[in-house]
């Protein structure tokens, strides 16, 4: 079982940059590639990035590649996703995910677990 909380989101101008945090319970949080993913009102949930448990393997969409960076501390429980030159279009509720096959999906499906979301929002 894997319980997982994020944190970071807020408000901030498009532009402008946001980090956010998801804290993961469990001692075998590193066995489990993780990823984010986000929905923002009337739409379909969206895969945002992936990382698989040991770090060395990630990938995101076109839509935010070179904008957003995933990155996790084995440590710490804890995966993170950078995310600079924020627009309007990203604003959305960002989930956190764990899938134990290790090496991550883009497939919303194939997680297991998921946190309660943090609030992203891109002003004009």
């Known amino acids: 079982q894997v319980q997982l909380a994020e944190s970071g989101g807020g408000l901030v101008q498009a532009g402008g940059s946001l980090l956010l945090s998801c804290a993961a319970s469990?001692?075998?949080?590193?066995?489990?590639?993780m990823g984010w993913f986000r929905q923002a009102p009337g739409k379909e949930r969206e895969f945002v990035a992936a990382?698989?448990?040991?770090?060395?393997?990630?990938y995101s969409p076109d839509s935010v590649k070179g904008r957003f960076t995933i990155s996790r501390d084995n440590g710490k429980n804890t995966v993170y996703l950078q995310m600079n030159s924020l627009k309007p279009e990203d604003t959305a509720v960002y989930y956190c995910a764990a899938n134990s096959n290790g090496y991550g999906s883009r497939r919303s499906a194939e997680y297991e677990y998921w946190g309660q979301g943090t609030q992203v929002t891109v002003s004009s």
């Open positions: 469990g001692r075998t949080f590193s066995s489990y590639a």
């Open positions: 990382i698989s448990w040991s770090g060395a393997i990630t």
